[in-house]
């Protein structure tokens, strides 16, 4: 078949790499002048199978109601006069019910786990270098209360297959010496050896260059305006050509991987597609003292901040706000940032020259991505997967691949259709 893929952030190229392999004709179209130009180009960088949990969970409605009081809260809502906005926020809440909890986890871990196995073979056999690290994730607490319900949670993960381990302070500057200067703040924490970190735009540019010599057509800088539909199929995508001119394209199946955007091309048909976007940002610290800055990737559950080493760079992210589709920065927040990473790393990076990023994650109200086949019956779903896009990239492109092929996915999964 010819499948038209839009959208080439890491979900909609390893979508296109998968179909690709799989024999059909390829075309890709973003509005950006390259592969990985938005949410893919500058987030936290963990490949998180450890932490594939939902932010809606029984204790996140009072949490919610805490943060909403404090500017640097880790999670904001900000009312917009947006009934989708509305919408997923009930959604949210009813996700926090118990029961919901964990199918929502059962779901996320399948999906990551496969798309961890599915990176490391693609790495393998394609030799693309992105700054991987295999070191494990170490997520430290501050707060006894904090650390003692986190136990719990690795309880859970841990009944899913995920070995998150629960550490003492001692045995966390074992794991990451460059902990030692803050470890009397530390009350203990969990690591996961088997999770990675990699630069996912150094990957999803190279995976793209891969695909392009592969037979794929890459058409940047080209708007896709809508899709439309006749007879219960998607005829043609209007598009808007680099020239400003409008253009249409043709295909036997079409696939939406436009991160948040997806909703207003998918909705006039009719496809429901519950995705409303999260703000995070994110700081990148050029690093000037190697013997203090961390090789392990870490997560600080108290600010719900990650840190990742990408060769002689440190990068920092984390926050979500729930505001609407500005990519605005934030003073204070990025401030922030910097202050927190400062009094962990104070001498290891050069806090003059810090390049400060946002990007909005496609999230859904349970986490739990929307990867499938639509109630139109060419048109597919590949989007809503919140933070753990890097974590779930590949797996998700290789699974939508499959059932776009007629075969059966590999992971136990959720998909539409």
Known sequence: MKVAVLGSGIIGTATAWWLSQAGHEVVVIDREPGPGQETSRANGCQISVSYAEPWANPQAPLRLLRWLTQKNAPLSFKPQFDLRQWAWGLAFLRECLPGRLAPNIRAMVAMAEYSLGTLKSMRAELGIEYNHLERGILNFYRDNEEFDASQKAADVMRDFGVDRR??????????????????????????????????????????????????????????????????????????????????????????????????????????????????????????????????????????????????????????????GYSRALNTIRCENMSGLARGLFPTALDFDNVQYWSGLRPSTPSNVPLIGRTRVSNLYLNTGHGTLGWTMGVGSGRALADIISGKTPEPVFPFLG
Not at 200 to 209: M, P
Request: hydrophobic letters at 40%.
């Open 166 to 323: 629960i550490v003492g302070p001692d045995e966390i500057v074992q794991i990451e010496p460059a902990l030692e200067p803050v470890r009397g703040s530390i009350v203990g924490g969990d690591y996961t050896a088997e999770d990675e970190s990699g630069d996912i735009y150094l990957f999803t540019v190279a995976l793209a260059e891969r695909a392009r010599q592969a037979g794929v057509q890459f058409r940047y800088s080209t708007q896709v305006n809508r899709l439309v539909a006749a007879g219960g199929q998607v005829q043609e995508a209007e598009v808007i050509n680099p020239d400003g001119l409008f253009d249409s394209v043709t295909a036997d199946a079409y696939v939406a991987a436009l991160g948040c955007w997806t909703p207003n091309l998918v909705s006039p048909l009719g496809v429901p597609c519950r995705v409303y976007p999260a703000k995070g940002y994110s700081a990148t610290f050029d690093i000037i003292d190697e013997s203090s800055a961390p090789m392990v990737s870490l997560t600080d559950s108290a600010h719900k901040v990650v840190y990742s080493r990408l060769g002689n760079q440190l990068r920092m992210a984390g926050v979500a706000e729930l505001g």
